[in-house]
């Protein structure tokens, strides 16, 4: 019933992420100009008190794909994805690793106390809170490839593209994730905590064109390609 | 407990409950990601023979595959509570057919978080839980597992309690560093659930019985109840799934819980029937060891538990006795203003916060409900819920998350027989003050003697001795003085004649003399060395802070004086605040350079000499002006413009206090509503507006996140505003933002509407209707500017 191969990892311990400071500084609007020694210390007491209340955690299951006309079918699962995007993004791969990462609600809770006394430290709290998960992410990947040794196309999210964010209450069913990580799922599909998220990476044993790599993050079919402040269009 | 649970208590010494249940229905072809519910009604024979299979392997207890049959999670297959719930019930209760197993109707969490970190109200998770009770009155008790949210568990221990006569187990889900994901931890978990009056307590799922030791043998310390352990089969393997304990090393394992007072033995995931029959053999012979051990005085928020063991300090700043900004903010309903002000508190060194927002002309109860709310999503200590009025009281005890102080109940009978049931119902701690009918005794002998009846009126409705405390009352030195030291005395006595802890507020005592502070802080040492135990205080005054921290140093309580030096180590090597004094500064460059002590002080001392106005328009908007011209030019950045904005706020507030105490002209500039729409939660970008555009003069009547569409347009008429501002992060959530300007456009067309945030576009701001698109806070200025014509 189930594919070959299928694998859950868990990262629970509460322990220290390795956050990237120059997209701390990017999602700050900083661009060529560094923040002033002021900035820099608020971030740095920010980054020590978001990792003092986070409790990192990610899981993720590596599933077989079969594609039909309908979409692509992940195999032992009530999941369809449907759309061109994920359908271009999926193509040559025969199976996809459905991860979900967060790093908890402590976050959420120290940013909203941060709102109620400073509103620099919980613009930059956040700000931090969101290199956290991306960094969280990416020992998510290593992780995925070391064990699959395959070739991975980057993280696609749900919402992203044409593919609908209505897939996020079953995705996250599949992985149990609100049991194993603790990501719950408001009315409007937001998860909660805020600094969770939930992709599909494509696996191949073939090389994948480049544009798919997963060293390469793509704002090629993001909808917000044309004014996001981050956008390289 | 009653009924026939309590036989087979009574019977049996070690009860064993059934294994897996997932599992073993993805064994049968349960596809990952479908709802396991739906087969109580699909595939009802699978079921009765899981159950069966249990039964047969020697369950005592099976649980109803209904895990996640609420409404939330059925409406994805289109199935109602009540059919799916009734149909799970009937068939464990057809499987159980001829034996003396039990059915246990089994809840596990929502799936959505509840408020304030999420948009679940509690009020709607206890309707959706009563609901799930009410379709599975036929099972024999209640279990609530894999819970790791403590105010979710407590609105669903209420909605049992209130719907259903069932005995009621709970168990949660802790990971290795003894917190659940919500943060919830062992201690705090098990004093409120033991005081809200469950039948046993317990852990299930997230890890095997080996790393599930040492959390079951911390909540062994909190807790006399029968314990529950339900673990997974050990950890998972990364490459296979499969997990790394065998029947036999789970029974070894479990075997060791049995001498910390677990009673109930199953397992979660990964176990099968054949861990369940062999755990029954190994516990055939074992016999139940029940707990006794003193649980302590204690009060706790979800996250964190303050043990009155000694000193702690009740912060008393949270009301608006005498207090006109804080009065104000009340009237306004400026939530911000109150949690600041718990901020400042247990930034200074307060152990707990007393909360009290009665204000004749106001609604006491929503208001309160509303601040404790807030309160415990931002603070991280317990709350002492103070009112006189028990309507409010309960309120405030029913959404509270942990276990509180009651503040409070007196001798009079009225007090006593209204007050104590509810301390009771919602277990928490209470305040007993000694005054009755007749007023404050003045002798030490007559306080102590209501002590000790509202002692004994508590002890005999089941309240615990621990969670009593005693306020023998200040009274103010400059019109009692000779009656000073009776409070002392009654102190002592209580503490030492009745074993109870007692509680005080200090700042009384000095009211009417020169030098409060001083009268003060000397008062709190000669109360604390005579057992006073929760000085309820100003700790933000440096000194009161300070007595309390030297006494547990003295008294060799803060041992190695760590927590003393930790606080005023290298504190003499720092320059002195500025606060007060002169600087050279102007306050423009004070306000371009963040510095919010000299904003302050340079406020004040302008205030002496200058109109309120003019500082505003003279200084501020132009500092605020040219921060925002830099910014858009690209040579400020969003945190230097916060930071501004933020040191002016200061500015700002400094002018507020001092209008409220003269009286003069308010520096409004008009009135606007912010609000991030129904459904959404990201209001980081909204609260930004706020702060800028409060900065500009302008009064911003903030109604929050996830806002309802009508109640913008209520609040909008009600006020007069002349704009609204309204915000959307995700794309699922334009269309209640389309939904909320369609119906301000009908029901107040003259009112102007902006809208902004990250999937809002001009195009689409246009298309539903909005007056103006704002692309960032600085927009929203400019627009503020053209609405009011300022």
Redesign the interface.
């Known amino acids: 019933m189930y594919p070959d191969k299928y694998y859950g990892v868990l990262i629970m311990e509460k322990r220290e992420i390795n956050i990237n400071r120059a997209e701390v500084i990017r999602f700050l609007g900083y661009r060529e100009k560094r923040p002033g020694k002021d900035i820099m210390e608020i971030i740095d007491e920010c980054e020590k008190a978001l990792q003092e209340v986070m409790m990192p955690a990610f899981t993720f299951r590596i599933l077989g794909l079969r594609h039909t006309y309908d979409g692509i079918t992940v195999m032992g699962t009530d999941l369809t994805l449907e759309g061109e995007d994920i359908s271009r993004h999926l193509s040559g791969c025969d199976r996809c690793a459905l991860m979900a990462a967060t790093i908890s609600v402590g976050a959420d809770r120290l940013i909203k106390s941060y709102e109620a006394q400073d509103m620099t430290k919980a613009l930059i709290a956040d700000a931090v809170a969101s290199a956290a998960v991306e960094a969280l992410c990416d020992e998510a990947v290593t992780e995925i490839s070391n064990r699959t040794r395959s070739f991975l196309t980057w993280r696609y999210s749900p919402g992203y593209g044409d593919l609908s964010l209505d897939i996020q209450p079953v995705l996250l069913d599949v992985l149990d994730a609100h049991r194993q990580v603790g990501i719950t799922l408001g009315e409007n599909n937001i998860m909660i905590p805020r600094k969770s998220v939930t992709a599909i990476i494509g696996l191949s044993n073939r090389s994948l064109d480049l544009g798919r790599q997963s060293c390469e993050k793509s704002c090629k079919y993001c909808n917000l390609r044309y004014r996001c402040a981050y956008s390289e269009y | 407990m009653t009924g026939k649970l309590k036989t087979l208590f009574d019977k049996k010494q070690i009860i064993i409950l059934d294994g897996a249940m997932g599992t073993m229905l993805?064994q049968k072809?349960l596809?990952?990601?479908?709802?396991p519910e739906k087969l109580n009604l699909d595939r009802p024979e699978w079921l009765i023979d899981i159950h069966k299979q249990y039964i047969n392997a020697g369950s005592d207890i099976v649980y109803t595959n209904t895990f996640g049959a609420n409404r939330l999670k059925l409406k994805?297959c289109g199935c109602s509570v009540e059919e799916t719930v009734r149909a799970a019930v009937k068939n464990a209760r057809a499987a159980v057919e001829g034996t003396d197993t039990l059915v246990a109707l089994d809840i596990g969490?929502i799936?959505?978080?509840l408020e304030?970190?999420?948009?679940?109200s509690f009020e709607e998770a206890y309707d959706i839980i009563k609901e799930q009770i009410i379709a599975g009155s036929e099972a024999d008790l209640i279990v609530f597992e894999?819970m790791?949210d403590l105010y979710e568990l407590k609105a669903g221990v209420l909605a049992a309690k209130e719907n259903s006569d069932l005995p009621i187990i709970c168990t949660l889900?802790f990971?290795?560093?003894l917190?659940?994901?919500?943060?919830t931890s062992i201690s705090s978990s098990a004093l409120t659930l033991e005081s809200l009056g469950i039948d046993a307590i317990g852990v299930n799922?997230?890890l095997g019985p080996k790393e599930l030791y040492p959390i079951v043998e911390e909540m062994s310390k909190w807790t006399n109840l029968p314990l529950v352990v339900k673990p997974n089969a050990g950890l998972?393997d990364?490459?296979?799934?499969e997990y790394d304990c065998s029947p036999e090393e789970f029974t070894e394992l479990v075997k060791a819980f049995i001498p910390l007072g677990v009673k109930f033995i199953g397992g979660c995931c990964g176990t099968s029937p054949e861990f369940i029959r062999q755990v029954c053999e190994m516990t055939s012979g074992a016999s139940y060891a029940p707990q006794h051990n003193e649980i302590p005085s204690a009060v706790c928020c979800a996250t964190n538990t303050v043990v009155i063991d000694q000193p702690r300090i009740i912060g008393e700043r949270i009301n608006p006795t005498g207090k006109k900004r804080f009065k104000e903010a009340l009237l306004a309903g400026d939530i911000?203003y109150i949690?600041?002000q718990?901020?400042?508190q247990t930034d200074a060194g307060a152990d707990i916060l007393d909360v009290n927002v009665g204000l004749p002309s106001i609604d006491e109860k929503a208001m309160m409900i509303r601040a404790v709310k807030e309160l415990q999503?931002?603070?991280d200590v317990p709350l002492q819920i103070d009112s006189t009025i028990p309507e409010v009281l309960e309120a405030a005890l029913r959404i509270y998350n942990g276990k509180p102080i009651v503040n409070s109940v007196n001798g009079e009978e009225k007090s006593l027989s209204a007050v104590l049931p509810l301390v009771k119902k919602y277990g928490a701690a209470v305040v007993g003050l000694t005054l009755d009918e007749n007023g404050i005794p003045k002798k030490a002998e007559e306080r102590f003697a209501i002590a000790k009846r509202i002692l004994d009126r508590a002890l005999a409705i089941g309240i615990r001795k621990e969670d009593v405390y005693i306020d023998c009352l200040t009274l103010t030195a400059s019109a009692e003085q000779e009656n000073v030291y009776e409070t002392v005395k009654a102190v002592e006595m209580v503490k030492t004649k009745l074993g109870l802890r007692t509680v005080l507020g200090v700042s009384n005592i000095s009211f009417g003399l020169p030098n409060r502070e001083l009268v003060n802080c000397n008062f709190l040492q000669m109360a604390l060395t005579k057992g006073l135990d929760l000085p309820i205080m100003n700790p933000n005054i440096t000194s009161m802070t300070g007595a309390v921290r030297a006494y547990k140093l003295l008294m060799n309580i803060d041992v190695n004086s760590v927590d003393f030096i930790s606080h005023y180590s290298g504190q003499e090597d720092k320059p002195k605040q500025v606060s007060g004094e002169k600087t050279s500064m102007d306050l423009p460059s004070a306000v371009a350079s963040?510095l919010k002590a000299e904003c302050r002080s340079i406020t004040k001392e302008l205030l002496k000499t200058t109109e309120p106005m003019e500082i505003v328009n003279t200084m501020l908007i132009p500092a605020l002006d040219r921060a925002g011209a830099e910014f858009e030019k690209?040579k400020l950045?969003?945190?230097?413009l916060?930071?501004t904005?933020?040191a002016s706020q200061v500015c700002f507030e400094v002018i507020k206090e001092h209008i409220l105490a003269t009286g003069e002209k308010t520096v409004s500039k008009g009135k606007i509503i912010l609000a991030t729409v129904k459904?959404?939660?990201?209001d980081?970008g909204k609260?930004?507006v706020k702060?800028l555009l409060e900065n500009y003069g302008y009064d911003v009547l903030d109604l929050g996140r996830d806002v309802d569409c009508q109640l913008v347009v209520d609040e909008a008429i009600k006020n007069e505003v002349p704009l609204v501002g309204l915000s959307a992060l995700?794309?699922?959530?334009l269309g209640s933002m389309e939904t909320t300007v369609k119906l301000l456009k009908e029901q107040y067309p003259e009112c102007k509407i902006m809208v902004g945030g990250?999937?809002v576009?001009p195009d689409y701001a246009e298309q539903i209707g909005a007056d103006y698109y704002a692309n960032d806070a600085k927009e929203s200025v400019d627009i503020a500017r053209k609405v009011f014509g300022n």
Do not use: W, Y
């Open positions: 993805q072809g596809k990952m990601g479908e709802l994805r969490p799936g959505q978080m304030p970190t999420g948009t679940l894999t790791s889900t990971e290795n560093n917190r659940t994901f919500t943060g799922c997230s998972p990364p490459v296979t799934n911000d949690l600041s718990a901020i400042e999503g931002v603070v963040g690209g950045f969003l945190p230097q916060i930071q904005a933020s459904g959404d939660i990201h980081i609260n930004i702060v995700m794309t699922t959530t990250a999937v576009t």
